[in-house]
Nanobody, 114 residues
Framework: VQLQASGGGLVQAGGSLRLSCAAS????????MGWYRQAPGKQRELVAG???????NYANSVKGRFTISRINGNDTVYLQMNSLKPEDTAVYYC?????????WGQGTLVTVSS
């Protein structure tokens, strides 16, 4: 499976970004997908997950600020991030959820300045 995350960048605290992840190589619609992140010196963590039917799950730290969505027709999952905080700074990855068993790819860097 090829995963390509994009949409990261530098943003001020309180700003917004929308991340996209395009998947190829599998029947995307069958899989629950997740956004994960890894900050410098920290372990990778789940940010948000979305089931094949659209049910969602969020880390407590992002509830009410982030929204995960998917469009199965174009094999893409999105992460809308609002009210960004400096502690959201990390490399963001997408993968299947909850196992994260596919190749991770390079991710996309999100930097939030204070």
């Amino acid at each position: 499976v090829q995963l390509q995350a994009s949409g990261g960048g530098l943003v001020q605290a309180g700003g917004s970004l929308r991340l996209s992840c395009a998947a190829s190589g599998r029947i995307f619609s069958r899989y629950a997908m997740g956004w994960y992140r890894q900050a410098p010196g920290k372990q990778r963590e789940l940010v948000a997950g979305i089931g094949s039917g659209g049910s969602t799950n969020y880390a407590n730290s992002v509830k009410g600020r982030f929204t995960i969505s998917r469009i199965n027709g174009n094999d893409t999952v999105y992460l809308q991030m609002n009210s960004l905080k400096p502690e959201d700074t990390a490399v963001y990855y997408c993968n299947n959820w909850p196992r994260g068993s596919w190749n991770w790819g390079q991710g996309t860097l999100v930097t939030v300045s204070s």
